[in-house]
């Protein structure tokens, strides 16, 4: 897999300072059931890295001291991660909102046949990952039979309540476009979406969010392969929004790796770029416990482009509709 830090680290991107933390999103584990390719953390199953519960106990103390309102569970399939109930169910009990980024398919996966029951009955938000409503796009993305399997964990999760009305379970679904491509517009997308999953499979959900894939790890590796990386960055540069900058994600979210280090965002993680905050190499979670980072700066590289082009593009899907509520 070809390496795409050397061609991002030198940047133009304008400097991003931090408001107040109140999400932290924390990388449970590389382990994933699938291998999509665009996953920017390059996730499979062959892979072992998992956050133990000590480091998990780092996060709740944290996120008590520092009146962190949110947690964002992400991974490879976060749920894979052996601590993974036992996290949401403290975090629950401590009044946090919990996201679990769920790819649908973990659904089916031996061992977690209950998971949906215990999703609702902890009322944790689900981000599913589905590309596509067509079947053929989304196994060509995602692997063979993956669209079948995405539906069968929808339609598990629609009997627990989720994306019903007024039942207060939220489910969003999660697009990224095949390729080297910005995603279409995010609310007229979510239309057709909802009529198509609902006309086809009976499926209903609450929110599409529109995501533009970054130009790191397997999606990255594959724009050098094919020639396409000058031409995305040119791309993303060219449609880059400076009113955008107010509400990128990194403003209000700190990302933490399955071993408890800290980064400005998940995809600066992914390419270990250092929290923009400290001039350490790499920053603990332990050691931000009473250190507020309010106003501290932000490490920015080219790749950052890919949260302000167009609509902008953020873990909560286009910014536009942020801009929109703010």
């Known amino acids: ?3 795409t830090f050397p061609l991002l680290v030198k940047t133009d991107f304008p400097t991003v300072y931090r408001t107040r933390i109140d999400t932290v999103q924390a990388n449970l584990g590389y382990r994933c059931n699938q291998s999509c390719t665009h996953c920017h953390v390059a996730a499979g199953p062959q892979r072992t890295e998992e956050m133990g519960w000590k480091t998990m106990e780092l996060l709740l103390r944290y996120m008590k001291l520092r009146q962190v309102t949110t947690l964002d569970l992400t991974g490879g399939a976060p749920e894979l991660n052996p601590h993974f109930r036992f996290l949401v169910t403290h975090a629950r009990n401590q009044g946090v909102r919990v996201i679990d980024r769920c790819n649908l398919t973990i659904l089916k996966e031996p061992g977690q046949e209950d998971l949906a029951v215990f999703l609702a009955s902890h009322a944790v938000e689900v981000t599913a990952s589905l590309p596509c409503y067509l079947e053929e796009n989304v196994d060509q993305q995602r692997g063979k039979g993956v669209f079948e399997s995405s539906l069968a964990g929808l339609r598990q999760l629609n009997d627990q309540g989720y994306g019903q009305p007024d039942s207060g379970l939220t489910l969003n679904l999660v697009y990224n476009p095949l390729g080297p491509i910005l995603p279409p517009d995010q609310v007229g997308l979510e239309t057709a979406y909802k009529q198509e999953l609902l006309t086809r499979y009976g499926i209903v959900f609450s929110r599409l969010l529109a995501l533009a894939n970054m130009p790191i790890q397997r999606f990255g590796s594959q724009l050098i392969s094919k020639g396409q990386f000058a031409p995305y960055m040119k791309l993303l540069k060219s449609a880059h929004r400076a009113e955008n900058l107010d509400v990128v994600m990194c403003r209000n979210l700190i990302s933490v790796d399955w071993q408890g280090y800290v980064y400005d965002c998940d995809f600066n993680q992914m390419l270990k770029l250092p929290l923009g905050a400290s001039e350490l190499e790499r920053t603990h979670l332990g050691e931000l416990l009473d250190l507020d ?9 080219d790749h950052c ?10 873990c909560g899907g286009a910014l536009e509709s942020s801009l929109m509520s703010a």
């Open 293 to 301: 980072l309010t106003g501290a700066r932000i490490q920015v590289a």
């Open 1 to 3: 897999m070809r390496d």
């Open 305 to 314: 482009y890919g949260c302000t082009a167009g609509q902008g593009s953020s």
